[in-house]
């Protein structure tokens, strides 16, 4: 069974400051995904970033960053220059690498970027 | 950009009735997900679905729910006997490839049973 852990209930940042959001999993497999999600207040989930297991380069999306430690079972998302509508809820999901594709998803994070 | 379609955006039904939500997901995606959001609470995954069968679900998704594409383009989820616990979002996803590329979520369907 896999479990993700977010132990950051709630979090804020300054507008142009950096944040970073921290995530954790528990999995027994070798082969699995790592993705960040971000749920604005309007409700529709979009995908953030995402990481493959087995790459060691940490994945980056414009002023979106990961900090993959697959050893520590760790997967932290860094968002740089913090702008208003980054305020969401940001869920933490793994996905094993099977044809079901299903994701276990953590608490989530609620982040609010104060002007 | 291509997106995944939900409908109702809000659905208020009494206890013991059947609903049906509904979702058109990406035209060109083959796998198809049911997840469900209870208030406060996290994501949970209800079921899987891929060439015209489930492929997982979860134990969440007992006898009362059932899933169909019955046209190629919706793809449905049926509560038979709603209950007062079954009010939560639905969100509906939908993936490309059969590696977990990240879905392509709806924007829910707020369910409430009262």
């Known amino acids: 069974a896999q479990t993700v852990t977010q132990s950051q209930p709630e979090m804020s940042v300054q507008e142009a400051e950096t944040v970073t959001l921290s995530c954790t999993y528990d999995?027994?497999?070798?082969?699995?995904?790592l993705f960040w999600y971000k749920q604005p207040p309007s409700r529709q989930m979009i995908l953030v970033i995402r990481?493959?297991?087995?790459?060691?380069q940490n994945a980056t999306e414009n002023r979106f960053s990961v900090n993959f430690q697959k050893a520590a079972k760790s997967f932290s998302l860094k968002i740089s220059d913090s702008q208003l509508g980054d305020t969401a809820m940001y869920f933490c999901?793994?996905?094993?690498?099977?044809?079901?594709?299903?994701?276990?998803f953590g608490d989530g994070t609620t982040l609010t970027v104060k002007p | 950009e291509p997106e995944v379609t939900q409908t109702p955006s809000h659905q208020v039904t009494q206890m013991g009735q059947e609903v049906i939500l509904r979702c058109v997901p990406i035209?060109?995606?083959?796998?198809f997900y049911w997840y469900r959001q209870i208030l406060g609470q996290k994501v949970e995954f209800l079921v899987s679905?891929?060439?015209?069968?489930?492929?997982?679900k979860s134990e969440i998704f007992d006898d009362q729910f059932s899933v169909e594409r019955p046209d190629g383009s919706n793809f449905t989820l049926k509560i038979r006997s709603t209950k007062l616990e079954d009010s939560a979002m639905y969100f509906c996803?939908?993936?490309?490839?059969?590696?977990?590329?990240?879905?392509?979520f709806g924007s829910g369907t707020r369910l409430t049973v009262v």
């Open positions: 996803a939908s993936s490309g490839g059969p590696l977990p590329y990240g879905y392509t």
């Open positions: 679905f891929y060439n015209n069968e489930i492929s997982e």
């Open positions: 035209s060109n995606h083959l796998y």
């Open positions: 999901a793994s996905t094993l690498d099977t044809n079901a594709g299903k994701s276990t």
């Open positions: 999995t027994s497999e070798n082969n699995y995904y």
């Open positions: 990481q493959e297991a087995y790459k060691q």
